[in-house]
T-cell receptor
């Protein structure tokens, strides 16, 4: 089992460009999450999904969109990247219930110039 | 607004020392408190706590939740250099709130 995988591992964008980060999990988890991690700020939840076809906003959703068309995939989109979105992005998944242990992907380091 | 605060923010100890990391929270709709260890990349799960006063233990690590004081501690005994990492506390509500983490450095 690959667990949770993220694509790409690194990316550099110019301000105003768009991109999509892909998260995939092979554990048949219902719940999936996108976080960003900035120095000194821990992990902050961007959006999450409690099942295929459903998404919800987290703590810092502005500037991001998500889609969960298939149970195993959760996409995070940046429509018009800004330097403030420079961060490390982590995807996670869990069994039913947002209070349970989450399994994290290896992260994507995004730099917006 | 939901809040999770960890202390200290960083800690340097020598091998063999015992450390205590703290996590306090102010949230609505508490469901559980989780501890993760983050080395170079992805956080890895350590403990999940839902009931007050029941200690969870795994080797040299242990943790306990105090719902009256809205806090939890993570203890590491006989520290080793491999324990060097950032330790993250998270509280599950309707979603998940993480603290900023405690960076632990264990020197030989």
């Amino acid at each position: 089992n690959a667990g949770v995988t993220q694509t790409p591992k690194f990316r550099v964008l110019k301000t105003g460009q768009s991109m999509t980060l892909l998260c995939a999990q092979d554990m048949n988890h219902e719940y999936m999450y996108w976080y960003r991690q900035d120095p000194g700020m821990g992990l902050r939840l961007i959006h999450y999904s409690v099942g295929e076809g459903t998404t919800a906003k987290g703590e810092v959703p502005d500037g991001y969109n998500v889609s969960r068309l298939k149970k195993q995939n959760f996409l995070l989109g940046l429509e018009s990247a800004a330097p403030s979105q420079t961060s490390v992005y982590f995807c996670a998944s869990s069994y039913v219930g947002s209070h349970n242990e989450q399994f994290f992907g290896p992260g994507t380091r995004l730099t917006v110039l | 607004e939901d809040k999770v605060v960890q202390s200290p923010l960083s800690l340097v100890v020598h091998e063999g020392d015992t450390v205590t990391l703290n996590c306090s929270y102010e949230v609505t709709n508490f469901r559980s408190l989780l501890w993760y260890k983050q080395e170079k990349k992805a956080p890895t799960f350590l403990f999940m706590l839902t009931s007050s006063g029941i200690e969870k233990k795994s080797g040299r690590l242990s943790s306990i939740l105090d719902k009256k004081e809205l806090s939890s501690i993570l203890n590491i005994t006989a520290t080793q250099t491999g324990d060097s990492a950032i330790y993250l506390c998270a509280v599950a509500t309707g979603d998940m709130r993480f603290g900023a983490g405690t960076r632990l450095t264990v020197k030989p």
